[in-house]
């Protein structure tokens, strides 16, 4: 496994050793020891989630402001551009963002630490996200950042107005949401 810290060195790219020939691929996509020494830190998974979205979907940017939730992402089927924002007051990469693209065809996956508001918009026909958490999912902690916001400047990778659901639609601007210390 080959990890790379990004700009934000929190967030870490994870390239897993992938071992294919004609017959197809196999690739260890989690180990609990890599992943702690790639990262450094040693949070343990408690829920796994999938999705699936047609192209031109732009889910986030999400984050609990209670029960904060780290998240390894990647792309099952398709690919993304998965953006993390750095919403931690404190932090010296406050107000940053990092992204890339993760598909199946590339088997990237991103470290998002707590901390961050993750989101990211489907590049291909029809993506399957997966992503690990390190804390439940809380519906009353949930908080949105709106994706164009204009102090982020975020380069989407994308074309054209994303398909956005309503929630998704009413994220507030940084300078209005809740934020981490």
């Known amino acids: 496994m080959k990890a790379t810290r990004l700009a934000i060195p929190d967030v870490v790219l994870i390239e897993p050793k992938v071992f ?6 196999f ?8 992943f702690n020494e790639a990262t450094g ?13 047609r192209q031109g979907v732009l889910r986030g940017l999400h984050y609990q402001i209670q029960q904060p ?8 089927q398709g690919a993304v551009f998965d953006v993390a924002v ?3 007051k404190s932090s010296p990469t406050f107000g940053k963002w990092v992204g890339e693209v993760l598909s199946a065809d590339n088997h990237r996956q991103l470290w998002v630490p707590p901390g961050f508001a993750h989101g ?11 992503y690990k958490t390190t804390d439940y999912y809380a519906p009353v902690h949930e908080r949105c950042i709106a ?4 102090t982020l400047a975020i380069d989407w990778h994308f ?22 210390s």
């Not at 830190?41 to 979205?53: A, K, L």
């Not at 990211?120 to 997966?130: M, P």
């Open 20 to 25: 294919g020939d004609e017959r197809g691929f």
């Open 27 to 34: 690739f260890e996509s989690f180990n609990q020891k890599a």
């Open 41 to 53: 830190t040693n949070h343990q998974f408690v829920q796994d989630n999938h999705s699936r979205s």
């Open 69 to 76: 939730q780290g998240k390894l992402v990647r792309v099952a």
């Open 86 to 88: 750095d919403i931690r």
């Open 120 to 130: 990211f918009v489907v590049l291909s026909e029809t993506a399957e996200f997966l």
């Open 147 to 150: 994706w164009d916001d204009a």
């Open 159 to 180: 074309e054209g107005t994303p398909n956005l659901s309503i929630k998704d639609a009413q994220g507030l601007g940084l300078a209005k949401a809740d934020l981490f």
